[in-house]
């Protein structure tokens, strides 16, 4: 039986910044929503958030992940004071307490598991996650014997030149008999350098109590400042990339790619160089994106093609190809073998399949048959300055060069627009429609005007 409680009150000054540290965003996700996803799989009967600095703001972001209970600490006297503020909630609870910081975004699910498991086994009072780093700056150092029972837990603020030379740190993650915590906790004091109440002293009034080390330190980075978030966002690209060439997946010159961790790829994608993969992407086998995209929220299907262009909340469908410098957005939806080209943007538009805009184009609002030509220069007028207005274009259409559609308008199948018309009435099928001034030409022009001068 396991309650889990999550720190997350402190403003985190370090960062310098008016977003409560919790809530900097990791590869798509804030740090606390990581530590939350961390303990997902130890099923735990309660989990505990305790806010404080920005309290409603935490709550906001976190609201949409179901059954979290919030416990305020309505001023930040320290880590100890912090779990504190449970004392109510849990009174009568008899099982295990598990702290996690709400920093410490990278913990890996099977190393918590693996920990408790340890815990649990050894009976202990208290277990403290620890590990070994070559720059332990910084972290609470971790005194043991050698069987591993921590003798003591001293900040980094308050260690002597001696006791900071020991490399062996506090990851900031604890497991507790809640029974035997609860009694220490009213009696802990801030007599240290922050004149806060660590938790950390907490640690050496029950027993037995053990320190197990994790295997690969690089997932206990806490985030106190914008470089060690940084550090974090590489070691978790490093992490996302390895994972899915395993899978089948080539990322060439892998180093200037970035890929969100909720984003989703299927075997023999090729991703080029200078491409950016953002939240719930999902590309699907065989397609090649790259080099120089970024791509958000959308869905690429199989045999894609997509060259130096940004797509955003959108799909495309299988075999099409799109860019180079094409920018899709707002639920762009392009069907299948479809070409869509240079300097050609898509806004909230639906493309049957096999439909080509391959140059200069805007498509706003619209929507197109199967086999539409969109000519070099189309623009749909889908704004008259208050509300927007929709464009239909049926089958096998096509428009000429620089033509102007002025929506709401409803070209037919088979319906062919002059170049350089401006479109302003719906057209019915199997026409062609000129809307402009017919060509004059006069000849012998320049010298009768000579003449008359
Ligand atoms: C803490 C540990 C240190 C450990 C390190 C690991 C203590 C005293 N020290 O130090 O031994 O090596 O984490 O990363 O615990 N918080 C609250 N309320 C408060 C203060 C902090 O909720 O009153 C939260 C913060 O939001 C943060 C977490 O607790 O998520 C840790 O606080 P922080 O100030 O970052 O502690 P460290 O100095 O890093
Ligand atoms: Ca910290």
Redesign the pocket.
Known sequence: MVVVAI????R?TRMKSNLP??LHTLGGKSLVERVIQSVEPLQPQRRMV?V?YQAEQVKTALEPIPDLEFVE?TV????G??IQQLLPHLEGYNGDLLIL????PLLRSETLEHFLQIHQENQNGATVLTAKLPNPKG??RVFCDEKNVVQQ?V?DKDCNPTQRENQR????VYCFRWQDLAKILPHLQANNAQK?Y???DAVTQVAPVMAVDVEDYQEIG?I?DRLQLSGAYDILQTRIKEKWMKAGVTLINSSSITIDETVELEPDVIIEPQTHLRGNTVIKAGSRIGPGSLIENSLIGESVTVKYSVISDSVIQNGSRIGPYAHLRGHAEVGENCRIGNFVELKNSKLGDRTNAAHLSYLGDATTGTKVNIGAGTITANYDGVNKHKTIIGNNTGTGSNSVLVAPITLGNDVYVAAGSTITEDVPDDSLVIARERQVIKPGWKMKNKELK
Not at 76 to 79: A, E, F, H, S, Y
Not at 169 to 172: L, S
């Open positions: 720190l997350a009150a402190g985190g540290k919790v305790i404080g600490q930040q006297l320290g880590t004071h912090a910081n709400g920093d410490v972290y609470g837990i900040e740190i506090n990851a900031g806060e660590y938790l950390t806490g106190n």
